[in-house]
Structure formats: C-alpha cells, structure tokens
C-alpha cells in the first residue's frame, strides 16, 4: 500500500458526499457478534482498515464471515478458537488497533475466559484500560497482568451483577463491561457510563439480541443478566467524526458541499460547535448543507471573551473532532482556545500548521491559541507526516486549501478511519492523489 498523498491545494470542492458507517460504533459492534453462536448481520460497515482488521481477527479465531458485499457482512461465533485467543499471532495483530480490547467482555460472558493485549489505536497520549479492568473485577473476574509481554488475562467461573461507579466514563470500557454483564447472573448498575451514540447503538443492538437493558442513552445503566443471546441485524450510524470532517473541509476550502444521510438527529453539539466558529450550516431533512462561505468569523462568548472550545464526555463535544476545529480556525477572523482536556499529546501536530503560516501559540499539551487568518493570505503547502487519525485529516484539510503542494506522509494513520478518502474527495474535484 503507499504511503503518501500529494495535494494540489486551492480548488474550490463542489458536490454531495456520503459519510460512511462509524468507524467506533462498528468496533463495538463487532466485537459484540461473539456474544451468540447465532448468526449477526451487520449493515454500514465502513471498509477501513481498524474495522477489517477487527474482522480479520475474527476470523483467525474462528468466526465464519461471509461478507456479502463491501459494507455488509454476516458472523457466526458457533466455534470459537480459544487458543488463538491466547497466542502469539492474535498478540501481535489486535495490538494493532485499540478496537480489540472490546472482544474480552463477550468472551468473559460466554466462556469466562478473556485475553487482552496491549492495544493499539492513537498514540495520543497515556490510554488507560484500568477502568475496564475493574469493571470485569466488579463483576467477578480475576485478572492476572503478565508484565513481560503486556498481557491481561482475565478468569470468572461465573459473572455476578453488581453495582459500579465508572472512574471515567470510559468508551471502550463502558462497551466492555456492559457486554460482560448482559450475560451476568443478576443486576448490573453502571453509573458514570459512557453515552455516545456508539454506546447507544451497542445498547440497542443487544437488546435485539434478547438483552435488558434499562437507561439508554444516559450515564447510568441498569442491566439484568440474561442466559443466552440469540442472532440479529444491525445498521450502523453514519460517522459523526467524519460529518465533522466534511463540515471542516467546506468551511476550510471555501466549498459548497452536501453531506448526505447525515443522521442529523444523533449528532448532538456537533453542529453548533461548528456554528460558533462561524460556519454556515442547513440541516435539509437528514442532509446537511455547507453553502461556499468567503469568510467566517469565530464567536466570542456573551461577555465579549475569547471563545474556549474544550472536549467533555457525550453529550459534551468530542475529543475527535478537536483537531478538525483547529484547523478551521486557522483561517477564521477572530481567536479561540483550543482546549484539549482528555489526551495530552494530540495537539502536537500544530508545529505543521504553524510551518503552513497559521498563527497559533502552543500554550502547553492541551491548550492551543489559534488567531486566525481571516483569509489574509493563504497558508502554504509543505511535507509533512500524519501523526495520528484526526490530526492527519487535519492536515489534510490544511493542505486541500494551502497554495501550492503539499505532500503527506504516514497516511496510513488516515485509512485506519477513513474510507476511500482519495477517491471521494477527487469526487468533489480535489486534486489529491496517493504516492
Ligand atoms: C475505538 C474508540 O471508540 N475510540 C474512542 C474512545 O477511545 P477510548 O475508549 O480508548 O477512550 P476513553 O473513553 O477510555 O478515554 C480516553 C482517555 O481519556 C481519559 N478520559 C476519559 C474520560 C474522561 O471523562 N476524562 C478523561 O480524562 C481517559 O483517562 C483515557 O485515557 O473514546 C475516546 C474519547 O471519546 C475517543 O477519542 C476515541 O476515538
Ligand atoms: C482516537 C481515535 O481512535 P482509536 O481509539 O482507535 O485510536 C479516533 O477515532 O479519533
């Protein structure tokens, strides 16, 4: 595969896009097929490599998969491997993303057995998986840390329902402890729960599965184990990551794009964080339209004070979307802080955009200042490397609308989430091609 993007900056995009499935929605998703030896039939998988390495991995560990077309796909976990589960090949491949720990709550429910490697994902900053960890403890499980090679293994001879108080409403970790206790003997409470539409989905998808599961969509769940799960369909949400994306992008290179299917109404603070940096923005049924906007200008709040945008756990903004705001407001009139709270070392990749011309004051690991441009002048096109998810598409955007060329590099980084990036942006008349 290459590993680069050359971008001729500049062009004026135009056109509608689809966004694909969620790219975390479908690793919990995923993982949750190992619940039931009855076949799952999933819709909107987006063709990324997280998720098909997450299918691969699968795969090797015995699920059959028969993957109708390139965004559906059907699993049946009737014949597990547990022995790959625990060897070598399953360490080294589910170290590769950070979607893999969520395979141990469904293999801790149905066979009492669970392996957990360190996982992979973003290297964004430390990543804890204590509050997982403890929540299968809560539940019953004895884990056992083998320290030479990173690896958990976590034994129950049967999970008991309890109640449990999230250090941190963890996503991953909420996902895996509540795909533990749906199988659980009693009551399992989960307070201080994650609630993203992730979540919210994995909640509903389980609940066809036989699941019951009280308090959807909030931060305490209330879960009464059930014996068996039985098969299911499930559709994935379109990707809120990637809709704030394209919402950036137009804004960024003067565009009038459509975003089609954008399932507007589990969007949450989304579009108004856009808003406030002075983005125009039409919800048209469940379409979403970004008319060519010149200039933009980035609110202050009501006292006329410089406006903070920080990230904050569902129904707060997104961590993800951070480095997306940034950029755009690189070429806003007017200033914001860019608070980055939860990871402490995904605001690095500003050094680029500073090297492109944009005027920002790295205050310290979370908190960026950004004055912006105001269209005075362009920013200019570099090399540069994509050091993580968002902050590759970040730069990206940076490029699409810098004069001149730019060069990408590590754009693996952008596949792992992305799907056919390139292509759907050509669509749109960007001039990018993969080197
Ligand atoms: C595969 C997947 O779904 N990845 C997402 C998931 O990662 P993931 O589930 O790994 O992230 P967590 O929700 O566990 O939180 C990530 C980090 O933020 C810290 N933390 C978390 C909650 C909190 O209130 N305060 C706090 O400081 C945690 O200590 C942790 O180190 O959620 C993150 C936070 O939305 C997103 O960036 C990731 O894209
Ligand atoms: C941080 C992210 O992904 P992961 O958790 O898979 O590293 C992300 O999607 O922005």
Aim: proline content about 4%; hydrophobic content about 40%; some cysteine.
């Amino acid at each position: 595969m290459s590993s680069a993007f050359e971008v001729r900056g500049g062009n004026r995009l135009q056109g509608e896009i689809v966004p694909q499935g969620a790219k975390n929605e479908a690793l919990q998703i995923i993982s949750a097929v190992m619940l039931t030896p009855e076949k799952v039939t999933i819709s909107n998988i987006p063709d990324i490599v997280d998720v098909n390495l997450l299918i691969e991995l699968l795969g090797d560990a015995g699920v059959r998969i028969n993957r109708v077309s390139r965004d559906v796909c059907e699993f049946q976990a009737d014949n597990i491997d547990l022995d790959y589960l625990q060897g070598p090949e399953f360490k080294k491949k589910s170290g590769r993303l950070r979607g893999s720990v969520m395979i141990a709550g469904p293999l801790l429910a149905r066979f009492g057995k669970a392996f957990i490697p360190k996982p992979g994902g973003d290297k964004i900053g430390r990543r804890r998986l204590d509050t997982h960890i403890i929540g299968f403890e809560r539940l019953g499980a004895k884990f056992i840390y083998d320290s030479d090679d990173n690896f958990f293994r976590l034994e129950t001879n049967g999970l008991k329902g309890t109640y449990m108080l999230l250090d941190e409403p963890s996503v991953t970790g909420t996902a895996n402890i509540l795909m533990a206790a749906v199988m659980a003997e009693g009551t399992t409470t989960i307070y201080n729960a994650a609630c993203e539409p992730y979540l919210q989905q994995l909640c509903r998808m389980l609940t066809r599965m036989g699941a019951k599961i009280q308090g959807i969509g909030s931060n305490m769940l209330i879960i009464e184990g059930v014996k068996y799960l039985g098969g299911c369909e499930h559709t994935m949400l379109p990707d809120m990551i990637e809709i704030g994306s394209f919402i950036g992008l137009a804004a960024m290179t003067q565009s009038e794009i459509t975003i089609k299917n954008a399932g507007v109404e589990h969007l949450g603070i989304i579009p108004e964080k856009f808003r406030q940096l002075g983005i125009n923005l039409e919800i048209r049924g469940n379409d979403i339209y970004i008319p060519s906007q010149e200039t933009y200008e980035i609110q202050t709040f009501l006292d006329g004070s410089i406006l903070t945008v920080s990230d904050h756990p569902w129904p707060g903004f997104t961590p993800d979307l951070l480095s997306i705001v940034l950029v755009v407001a690189t070429q806003a009139k007017g200033s914001v802080m860019i608070h980055q709270k939860m990871f402490e070392s995904r605001l690095f990749f500003v050094d680029k955009l500073i090297d492109m011309g944009a005027q920002i004051v790295l205050c310290d690991p979370h908190r960026a200042v950004v004055i912006g441009l105001g269209r005075q002048h362009a920013l200019r096109g570099i090399t540069m490397s994509s050091p993580d998810i968002r902050a590759g598409v970040s730069l990206l955007i940076a490029a699409l609308s810098a004069e001149g060329k730019s060069t990408i590099q590590n754009i693996d980084q952008i596949d792992r989430g992305y799907q056919y990036i390139d292509e759907r942006l050509r669509k749109l008349g960007a001039d990018i091609r993969r080197v």
